[in-house]
């Protein structure tokens, strides 16, 4: 609506919007919509919906933060226990390192530095957009985010792992013939897992900011660019919905980790009883 | 002979260095130390010093040189106004390093160990009111609140300003004072929260001893015994944390200015001009646009993250 725009159209509008009630019945309206799921319409796409616009690009970045978490994960946890296991050694020391530049290294610099070598010079992957989880386009953008993951998880293994080998259930359970895998697998990953899932909920957290300056630079059609464009447009039904989603996510995230404690380590038990 | 005795050893323990002269020395004597201090002071340096390190200014066009690569006359090459890009870079490290300061002295240093300090002395109600408004606000991801209290809180601001601005009769506004302002403090009220818990835990254990006993018998009062006795205890694990989230809150800041919530232009900003050049065709047709900010960015997180690991070696009192 520009300046001059005619009076009666813009109260025609206000009350079609509801803008003339009072700012706790609008706030209200605006509450019980959003616990529907209707975020209302967007400023900047007319005459769609937020949510309709959300879907498609959330199911983008789901599977994107999901490949780059798979990726920390199954890259992480072994490296940790590789290097746990042979702490001291050349091995050791190596993973270390590597985890200490994948910390401090920001994902401003692998982005545009993975970009410059592997799609420009090179020219080995694709660069730009999305094609689905299968499709080459993912690489890049995955190993991107997945790195700092990689590498936090990997410290996080190390230093747990350390911690169990140390205990006497472990020679324990050496001692009475288990096999060193069987030992390695039901007695130290186990044990040594519990401080690595509790960081999960934050990695994930981790990966999805990382989300918006990756699909910034890979020109991924997902949340991240979304958001970029609606805080540049202005575009607040978008910025809210984003908001309360994510955060939503991100608390509900973690409470599943505390969910899941009591099954992974009986030794903790929601309520606290110290009587058995 | 006895009050001889007592006297020189009394002499003696004064001699001794305190804990911060052996800490600081230890810190010195480190190759990683040292030069992670001069690289920091270097960056720091020009950063506050920028309008007479940088031979341009930072808003000085000249839209016939545009887009150059590196050269004699500009080091880092031209944007696309032609704008001198070392001299944009050198700024936007002051904006990253005057909010680092700004949010960690108010944050984490000021209110951080002040409400550590009084949950973990007064304990009980006040503890357990500190302790669950920090847990509660710990709980939501922070860029997203960061976010929204930038966008709510500016506009009052900005307008206070305006007022300020009329009855001096000068412009504050231009010198992006009011991003500077709202920034730092939308990243100080997530920031508090791990030191207070920290803090919070030494006072714990530091008030148990019995010099703090001994301080309260003979009639100390209460703000001399958290300032004099308890805090000068609980210094060195805040050191440590303080010099770990250096890197953390530069970061923040940049993603808050990538984002496109931090500093407005024509303030230079790391964030910003990551933002800017931030695509492909950047990339493929002039990389020192967005390679030169990213190194040193990188170069300043990475500084800042080794920094941390030497202090916390060198500060920490059991490894002496």
Redesign the interface.
Known sequence: MGQYADASVVDRIREQRGLNDNIFSQYGRYLTNVSQGDFGESFKYRGRTVSELLKKKMWVSAQLNLAALFLSISLGVPLGLFAALRQGTFWDTGTVAFTLLGQSIPVFLTAPVVLLVFALKLDILPTHGWGGLFDARVILPAIVMGVPGIAIITRMTRASTLEVIGQDYIRTARSKGLSEFTVQRRHVLRNSMIPVITMLGFSLAGIAFTSFIVERFFGIPGIGNLFIESIFARDFPIINAVIIIGTSMFVLANLLVDLIYPWLDPRIRLGGSYAS | MLHEQVKRTLDESQSTPSYWAISIRRLLRKKIGVTCLVIIALMYGSGIFAPLVTPYGYNDQDLSNTKQSPSLTHPFGTDRLGRDNLTRIIYGLRTTVIITVVTLATGSLALGITLGLVAGYFGRLVDTFIMRIGEVSS???E???V??IVSTFKPPITRWVRMVEDLVGFDILSLGVVDYLVISLALAIFSWFGMARLVRGQVLQARENQYVEAARSIGASTPRIMLRHLLPNVMSPVIVTVSAGL?AVA?SE??IS????GIQPPTPSLGLM??EN???SV??SD?HL??FP??T??LL??T???LGDAVADAFNPRAR
Do not use: E, Q, T
């Open positions: 709980a939501f991801p860029i997203f609140l976010l929204i890197a970061g940049v993603l990538f984002l496109g919530i990551i933002f931030g695509s492909i990339l493929r990389p967005l390679l990213v190194l960015l990188s997180l990475f800042f993250n080794l």
